[in-house]
C-alpha cells in the first residue's frame, strides 16, 4: 500500500509518545551499499538527519561491516541521558536506496542492486524472522544517494507528483502492493516535526546479498511481480517461436537490426521490441509473446527475467568491451531459463571510438548477420522453442 503523506499519514503514526528500551545494531555481509544492518529500538533524529542508537558509552563503535552502508545511512552511536520522545513509532522498517542519478533510474540497477536483494530479504528471512515480522506491517522506506555510495538525500525529487508515473516509482508500488506500506524516505517524512524523532522498533539498512544464478529467488520474484501487475496463471503462451530484438536508442545500439530481422524471417517469426513509452506493467506482460527475446548488453534486457518459461535470452556484447557487467547480466538471466551470448570478435563491425571510450563500453554494433542467424538456430533447438518448432532448422 502506497501511503501519500498528509493527515492520515501523521494520524497512522502518532500513535505511541515513549519508547523506552535498549538498543542494538548488527550487520552481515550485503549487496548494496556493502553490509545489510539490523537494528532494535533506533532513534531518527529530524534535526541531524542521523539514526541514533543508545550505547553503553558515548565512545562506542559501530559494527566495522557496516561502514559503507553508515555512510549512505548516517548512524551515531550515543549514550542517551533520557529517553526521545517519539513523535511516531514504526514497528519494522526497511531503508534502501535505488539508482536515481542524474534524475532518472535505471531499469537493470532497479532490478539487481535493489528489487532482487529487497525482495530476497521479505520473503527468506529465518523462520523467527517471519514468525516476528508477521504479527505486524512491514513499512518500504527506499531512499536515493547524493552520488554513489554517499549519504541518503533528504530532499530528493524522486517520488515527488511529477515523477508519479515513472517506471521506478510505479515498480516500488508493485514491489509493496497491499502486503507492505511504501512510505518514501524525503523531506515529507521529517517535515511533520522538524525538531522531533521517529522510533523503529526494528530497522533494516541496505539489502542482502544474493548469489547468482539462484533459480529459486528469481523465478519467485518474477512469479510474484507478475501477481502484483495483475498477471495470473495460467498464462498465454506462444503458439509458435518468436524472436523479439530490442530497440536501443543512444548507445550500444545494433545498427544492421532490420537486416537481421529480414534474415532469419523465413524461419522464424522476428520484430523488433520498443520499451519506450511502456509502463512497467506492459513491459512486464509483452515479454511473455516471445520466445526468444535478444539485445545488446543494456537495461532493457533485463525485461528478459520476465519472460515465459523455457523462454530464451540472448545478450550481445560489443567488440572488446571488457568493462560491461555482462557477468552479472548472464547470472541472473540464467537464474530463469535458457541463455545464450554472443561475443562481436570482428574488430570492422565495431562502431565505438576507442580514444574517448578506452573499454568500448558504449559501442554500437553491426552484428554478424552469419553469426546471429546461427545463434538464433541454437535458441530455437532448446527450451520452449524445442518443442514449438514445425520443422528441422
Same mark, same amino acid.
Given at each position: 500500500?502506497? =501511503?501519500?503523506?498528509?493527515? *492520515? ?13 535498549? %538498543? ?52 551515531? %552511536?550515543?549514550? /542517551? ?7 511516531? &513509532? ?8 535505488? *539508482? ?15 528489487? /532482487? ?51 521506478? &516509482? ?21 517535515? =511533520? ?70 534474415? =532469419? ?22 515479454? /511473455? ?105
Amino acid at each position: 500500500m502506497f =501511503i501519500a503523506f498528509g493527515p *492520515y499519514l501523521l494520524y497512522l503514526f502518532l500513535q505511541c509518545p515513549t519508547f523506552a528500551a535498549k %538498543t542494538s545494531l548488527e550487520c552481515t555481509r550485503g549487496h548494496y551499499p556493502g553490509a545489510f544492518c539490523h537494528g532494535r529500538n533506533v532513534y531518527l533524529n529530524h534535526t541531524s538527519k542521523t539514526f541514533v542508537v543508545d550505547a553503553e558509552n558515548d565512545d562506542e563503535e559501530l559494527p566495522r561491516e557496516g561502514d559503507t552502508t553508515f555512510r549512505v545511512f548516517p548512524v551515531e %552511536t550515543r549514550r /542517551l541521558d533520557a529517553i526521545p520522545s517519539c513523535d511516531r &513509532v514504526v514497528e519494522e522498517a526497511y531503508f534502501y536506496t535505488f *539508482y536515481y542519478y542524474y534524475g532518472h533510474s535505471n531499469y537493470y540497477h532497479l532490478h539487481y542492486d535493489t528489487l /532482487l536483494p529487497v525482495y530476497f530479504a521479505l520473503k527468506h528471512g529465518t523462520p523467527e524472522e517471519r514468525s516476528d515480522s508477521g504479527q505486524h506491517r512491514i513499512t518500504l522506506m527506499p531512499s536515493v544517494e547524493t552520488s554513489r555510495l554517499n549519504v541518503m538525500d533528504w530532499n530528493t525529487d524522486a517520488f515527488s507528483e511529477k515523477h508519479q508515473n515513472k517506471y521506478f &516509482v510505479l515498480i516500488h508500488q508493485s514491489l509493496a502492493g497491499n502486503e507492505f506500506d511504501l512510505v518514501p524516505a524525503d523531506s515529507r517524512f521529517i517535515e =511533520i516535526n522538524p525538531s522531533g524523532f521517529t522510533c523503529f522498533r526494528k530497522i533494516h539498512f541496505g539489502a542482502p546479498r544474493i548469489r547468482y544464478p539462484d533459480e529459486d529467488t528469481v523465478p519467485n520474484f518474477v512469479e510474484f511481480i507478475r501477481n502484483r501487475v495483475g498477471l495470473t496463471r495460467p498464462y498465454v503462451s506462444p503458439t509458435s517461436p518468436k524472436v523479439g530484438i530490442i530497440k536501443r536508442s543512444n548507445r550500444r545500439r545494433i545498427l544492421n537490426e532490420e537486416e537481421l530481422i529480414a534474415t =532469419i524471417q523465413p524461419f522464424v517469426e522476428a520484430e523488433l521490441v520498443n520499451f519506450d513509452g511502456r509502463t512497467f506493467a506492459e513491459q512486464v506482460s509483452m515479454m /511473455l509473446e516471445y520466445t526468444v527475446l535478444v539485445g545488446v548488453n543494456g537495461a532493457g534486457l533485463m525485461n528478459g527475467i520476465y519472460l515465459g518459461e523455457g523462454a530464451v535470452t540472448i545478450q550481445l556484447v560489443p567488440f572488446n568491451a571488457t568493462q560491461l557487467n555482462v557477468r552479472e547480466f548472464g547470472n541472473i538471466l540464467k537464474s530463469r531459463g535458457p541463455y545464450l551470448e554472443w561475443w562481436n570478435k570482428h574488430e570492422e563491425l565495431n562502431r565505438g571510438n576507442l580514444e574517448r571510450d578506452p573499454y568500448n563500453s558504449q559501442a554500437d554494433t553491426e552484428v554478424h548477420v552469419d553469426e546471429f542467424t546461427q545463434l538464433i538456430r541454437d535458441a530455437l533447438k532448446i527450451g520452449i522453442n524445442r518443442k514449438l518448432r514445425k520443422e528441422e532448422l
